[in-house]
C-alpha cells in the first residue's frame, strides 16, 4: 500500500465558452471534430513519463473533470482507464465524471457508468430564466432528463452543480429552484456565486453596465437560504460551497482541501506530490506537441519548504466547515497553529471571523462569508 493520492484529468473540450467561465476549455460546436485520438495518445504518454514518479502513491480516487467530459465518447475513457490501472498503482474507490445536461443518451451513461461511480451534473440553475442569464446551452428538461436517465444507468451517487445569485435572479425564484433540486434527490450539491472572473463576457458586460449583479445583502440572503434549506433536508454543509447526505462527501475534493497529494493530468492539469506543486501551462497545441515528443508539456514548477506547505495547509482546511484540528497539525507539520499566527488569529476571533474550540479552529458563521479576508490574513 502506497500513500494514498488523488487522479484528476482534465478534458479541455466544450460546445461553446459560457460567457461567466475562465476554466481553460476550447469550443468545438462540432464535437466530432475533437482530436480524441491524439488527446488519448498524449494523455498516456504523459501518464507514461510520471510512472516512475508515483510509483510510492495509490491513486484512491478518480476524477474527470472540464471541459465537458461527456463531449467524448466512452471509449475513450475506457481505454484510458486502462492503460491507468496497467500503468499506476490505481485503485479508484471514487470514480467521478462531470458531464453536462445536453446531448446525453442511455447508452453512453451506462457505458460511463462502467467505469465511474459517481456523476457530477452542471444543471446551474432550474429555471429557464436563470439559464438564459448564465448563457446555457440547455433547457430545465434536459437536466430533469438527464438525471433520470443517469439514475437509469446505475448511477446511485450523484451531484448536482448550481450557480446562485444570477443577474436578476428573485429569492422566491431561488426557492423554487431549491425545491426542484431536491426532488431530484442528490446525494451532493455544489452552489456557487455567480462571479465575474476578470475578461470573461461576464465580466465585460457588467464593466460596460449592461448587466447589473446583485447587491450584496441579497447574495449574504441567499447563501443563508440555500444552507437552511439543505441542511433542513438532511444535507451537511461540509465545504463552504459544498453539501453532502451522510457519507457522500467528495472523497476526490477532500484531497485538495485537507492539503493531501494529488496528480493532474491534461492541459489545465495541476499536481502537487511530495514538496512540489506542477501546473500544466493551459494550452492544447503545446500540450499535444511536447508528448509528441515524448516530453512532459511546458508547466510551471514549484517547490513549497515546510512552512509553505504548512501555511497553504491552513488555508485551504479551513475551507471545510468543521475546520482544523491544531494537534493533527502540529503532528502533520510540526508547527503550532496558534504560535505561529499569534497575534493574527487572536484579531481573528476577537473580530467574530474565527470560533477556536478546545482543538479546532474553524470559520464562523460571519468568517463563511468572509472567507475570503480570512484567507489574505492567514497566506
Ligand atoms: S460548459 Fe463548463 S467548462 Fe465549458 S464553458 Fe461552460 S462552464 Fe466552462
Same mark, same amino acid.
Given at each position: 500500500m502506497g500513500i494514498e493520492a488523488a487522479l484528476y484529468v482534465h $478534458? +479541455?473540450?466544450?460546445?461553446t465558452k459560457c460567457p461567466y467561465c475562465d476554466f481553460y476549455s476550447l469550443p468545438f460546436p462540432d464535437p466530432e471534430k475533437i482530436p480524441v485520438k491524439e488527446f488519448l495518445h498524449a494523455l498516456k504518454k504523459e501518464i507514461s513519463l510520471w510512472q516512475p514518479l508515483v510509483e510510492t502513491y495509490e491513486f484512491v480516487t478518480f476524477y474527470v473533470g472540464g471541459?465537458?467530459?461527456?463531449? $467524448? +465518447?466512452?471509449a475513450f475513457y475506457q481505454e484510458l482507464f486502462a492503460f491507468l490501472k496497467a500503468s499506476l498503482n490505481f485503485r479508484p474507490e471514487e470514480a467521478t465524471i462531470e458531464v453536462n445536461p445536453e446531448g446525453l443518451t442511455f447508452e453512453a451513461l451506462s457505458d460511463y457508468r462502467k467505469i465511474f461511480n459517481r456523476i457530477s451534473i452542471?444543471?446551474?440553475?432550474?429555471?429557464e430564466k436563470g439559464l438564459k442569464a448564465l448563457g446555457r446551452r440547455h433547457s430545465v428538461d434536459d437536466t430533469q432528463k438527464a438525471i433520470s436517465l443517469a439514475r437509469k444507468a446505475g448511477f446511485s451517487n450523484l451531484s448536482l452543480d448550481m450557480i446562485y445569485a444570477w443577474p436578476g435572479e428573485t429569492l422566491k425564484e431561488l426557492e423554487h429552484e431549491l425545491e426542484l433540486l431536491f426532488s431530484f434527490e442528490p446525494q451532493h450539491v455544489s452552489c456557487y456565486e455567480l462571479t465575474p472572473e476578470p475578461d470573461t463576457p461576464l465580466w465585460q458586460a457588467i464593466k460596460r453596465k449592461k448587466i447589473t449583479l446583485l447587491p450584496e445583502e441579497q447574495i449574504i440572503e441567499f447563501f443563508w437560504l440555500i444552507h437552511d434549506f439543505l441542511e433542513d433536508k438532511g444535507?451537511?454543509?461540509?465545504?463552504i460551497s459544498n453539501y453532502a447526505k451522510?457519507?457522500?462527501?467528495c472523497k476526490h475534493n477532500l484531497f485538495y482541501w485537507q492539503a493531501r497529494p494529488y496528480l493532474g493530468l491534461g492541459p489545465g492539469g495541476a499536481s502537487f506530490l511530495e514538496n512540489k506543486r506542477f501546473k500544466n501551462q493551459e494550452n492544447l497545441v503545446g500540450y499535444l506537441e511536447a508528448l509528441r515528443q515524448e516530453h512532459f508539456p511546458p508547466r510551471d514548477e514549484e517547490t513549497l519548504d515546510a512552512e509553505a506547505r504548512f501555511r497553504e495547509a491552513v488555508i485551504l482546511s479551513l475551507r471545510l466547515l468543521k475546520g482544523i484540528s491544531l494537534s493533527e497539525f502540529k503532528r502533520r507539520f510540526d508547527f503550532d497553529v496558534l504560535d505561529y499566527y499569534g497575534e493574527i488569529i487572536e484579531k481573528l476571533v476577537r473580530n467574530g471571523l474565527l470560533i477556536l474550540e478546545k482543538d479546532r479552529l474553524r470559520l464562523s458563521r460571519k468568517g463563511l462569508l468572509l472567507s475570503n479576508l480570512v484567507f489574505r490574513e492567514l497566506v
Open positions: $478534458i +479541455p473540450f466544450c460546445r471541459g465537458t467530459p461527456s463531449l $467524448i +465518447p466512452p452542471g444543471a446551474q440553475s432550474f429555471t444535507f451537511e454543509h461540509y465545504e451522510p457519507g457522500y462527501q
